[in-house]
Structures are given as C-alpha cells and as structure tokens.
C-alpha cells in the first residue's frame, strides 16, 4: 500500500505542479477569475490520480479486493501527499517566483469590488478583502490554506472512489 500511496501521490504532485507552472506561464492572457477556475480544474484533473491509486492496489497489489475503508484511507493519503506538493509550490510561486502576485491579486479585488459595489457596502468588503490579504501574507497560512483546499478536493474524490471501486 505505501508504494501505491508514494507512486500516486507522486503523480499527483507532479500534475498539479505541471499545471500550475503552464497555468502561470499562461496566465498572462487569463483574468483571475478564470485563472481561479483553471486552478481548480487542476485539482480535480491532479486528484484524478486518487482513483487510479485505489484502482491500481485492489486490482494488482490485493487479489481484486478493497474495502471502502482502505480505499478511502488510500485515496486520502493520495491526496496528503498532492496537498502537500501544491502548498509548498503556492509558498515558493508567492514568496519566490512571483512575490507581487498577492499586491496585484488584491489591487485586482478591489477595483472589481469598487465597479460592483454601493459605497455604503464597499468598506466593508475593503476591510475583509485587507484582513484576507493579511493572513495570506504568511507562507505557512498560506501553505495551510492551499493544501487544505486541495485536501478537501481529494477528500471528496477519495469518497467517491472508494464507493465506486469497493470489492469484497
């Protein structure tokens, strides 16, 4: 199993990464919007990897059979290793290879809040909209954020998984 973990979750890694990189290569040409929707897109397409993992120990490494359990305790420890790839690549996109990103992310931000808001709305949202940028502004937040967001992707794909690819 732990082989099937590392390999798998390896994979995953190395898509998510892969996808990051090209998005930001090609980020240029997007809004962030639609950069937000590609990086989830990733996730999923990274986490797809979940599946195969469980799939690949029921049908080579356990004689055709996994329980839901251990295909669940498979596909989250899958997606562990894919959120903790991707966390760390936030860190070092947003500390190293890109340190304006955040400035220009919330200057984006507020310039859309202030084309959709009332004025009476729009200093409120000003002040969440700081308090965010804040705590982003930490790498291990930050690294915490991204990772538990990917996790909770890979979560629900592990579920669905291991409901899905469940032998007895």
Same mark, same amino acid.
């Given at each position: 199993m732990k082989k099937t973990v590392l390999r798998y979750g390896l994979y995953g890694s190395i898509t998510i990464c892969a996808l990051f990189l090209l998005s930001w290569f090609l980020g240029t040409i997007f809004d962030?919007?639609?950069?937000? $929707?590609?990086? +989830?897109?990733s996730m999923v397409v990274a986490l797809t990897f979940v599946y195969?993992? $469980?799939?690949? +120990?029921?049908?080579i490494e356990n004689q055709g059979v996994v329980t839901f359990k251990k295909g669940l305790v498979i596909g989250v420890l899958i997606s562990l290793v894919t959120a903790f790839a991707f966390g760390v690549l936030d860190v070092i996109y947003v500390e190293l290879l890109n340190p304006d990103f955040m400035a220009k992310y919330y200057a984006d931000s507020a310039e859309q809040l202030r084309a959709s808001l009332p004025a009476n709305e729009l200093e409120a949202k000003l002040a969440e909209l700081e308090a965010e940028k804040k705590l982003f502004?930490?790498?291990l937040l930050s690294f915490l954020m991204m990772a538990v967001m990917v996790f909770g992707i890979g979560f629900i794909i592990s579920l669905i998984s291991?409901?899905?690819l469940k032998r007895k």
């Amino acid at each position: 199993m732990k082989k099937t973990v590392l390999r798998y979750g390896l994979y995953g890694s190395i898509t998510i990464c892969a996808l990051f990189l090209l998005s930001w290569f090609l980020g240029t040409i997007f809004d962030y919007s639609t950069q937000e $929707i590609i990086g +989830y897109v990733s996730m999923v397409v990274a986490l797809t990897f979940v599946y195969f993992g $469980i799939k690949h +120990y029921r049908d080579i490494e356990n004689q055709g059979v996994v329980t839901f359990k251990k295909g669940l305790v498979i596909g989250v420890l899958i997606s562990l290793v894919t959120a903790f790839a991707f966390g760390v690549l936030d860190v070092i996109y947003v500390e190293l290879l890109n340190p304006d990103f955040m400035a220009k992310y919330y200057a984006d931000s507020a310039e859309q809040l202030r084309a959709s808001l009332p004025a009476n709305e729009l200093e409120a949202k000003l002040a969440e909209l700081e308090a965010e940028k804040k705590l982003f502004s930490n790498p291990l937040l930050s690294f915490l954020m991204m990772a538990v967001m990917v996790f909770g992707i890979g979560f629900i794909i592990s579920l669905i998984s291991a409901l899905l690819l469940k032998r007895k």
